[in-house]
């Protein structure tokens, strides 16, 4: 069956740009999770939704990161007033339920490139 | 914030040697998964272990929770070229619900 889908694959834009970052789960998976992956790094939490509300945002780095699911099943990572620093691969991965020894399946990432 | 720390960052080697690579942290977890990374892609699971002294064996890869659930090794026997990739343990927390905390990685070559 399908996995995790992300779109774009890459993104380019210039400091200051709004940009928005898609994740489509694998169908049926409640829980959706948004990672960040620096360069030589691991991934960094962001996010965690539970249907269609975020159940644990304490990952978020400031006020320019935000995330929304509103049907419960595609999310969209949205940042404001891009800066350098917030280049980086963003990783989304699903899993069924949400527990903590759930599998959670990745998708390939979005590498986002700020300018 | 709880932290795991991999160790080495970076491992080369030659074809049909073995290698551990080791996860510490001065926290407990709940849990213990073990990712590899291919370039473009994003981290597969391996394994998970949840119990303490749990030994888990995938193939030729030998999967250790420590005791306490502060650190985990992996050990691959006998490495193959197709072993290489990143490897990242990650730890999942009870009080923090389903969230990971990634090691920084483990970058793995096994030369022909």
């Known amino acids: 069956g399908a996995g995790v889908s992300q779109t774009p694959s890459n993104k380019v834009t210039e400091k200051g740009k709004y940009v928005e970052l898609r994740c489509d789960p694998i169908?049926?998976?409640?829980?959706l999770y948004w990672y960040r992956q620096s360069l030589g790094q691991g991934p960094e939490f962001l996010i965690y939704?539970?249907?269609?509300?975020?159940?644990?945002d304490s990952g978020l780095p400031n006020d320019r990161f935000f995330a929304v699911r509103p049907e419960g099943s595609v999310s969209t990572l949205k940042i404001q007033r891009t800066e350098r620093g917030d280049s980086a691969v963003y990783l989304c991965?699903?899993?069924?339920?949400?527990?903590?020894?759930?599998?959670?399946?990745f998708g390939p990432g979005t590498r986002l490139t700020v300018l | 914030t709880q932290l795991l720390e991999q160790s080495p960052q970076f491992l080369s080697i030659q074809e049909g040697e073995n290698l551990t690579v080791y996860c510490n942290s001065s926290s407990v977890f709940s849990s213990l998964q073990w990712y590899r990374q291919e370039p473009g892609e994003g981290p597969v699971l391996l394994v998970t272990?949840?119990?303490?002294?749990e030994v888990k064996k995938l193939k030729r890869l030998t999967f250790q929770f420590g005791d306490a659930r502060k650190d985990s090794s992996l050990h691959i026997t006998a490495a193959q070229p197709g072993d290489t990739g990143l490897y990242l343990c990650a730890g999942g927390e009870e009080t923090s619900g389903s969230r990971l905390t990634f090691g920084e990685g483990t970058q793995l070559t096994v030369n022909p």
């Open positions: 272990v949840v119990t303490g002294g």
């Open positions: 991965a699903s899993s069924s339920t949400g527990g903590s020894t759930d599998t959670q399946y």
């Open positions: 939704f539970q249907g269609t509300g975020a159940a644990d």
């Open positions: 169908s049926g998976h409640t829980a």
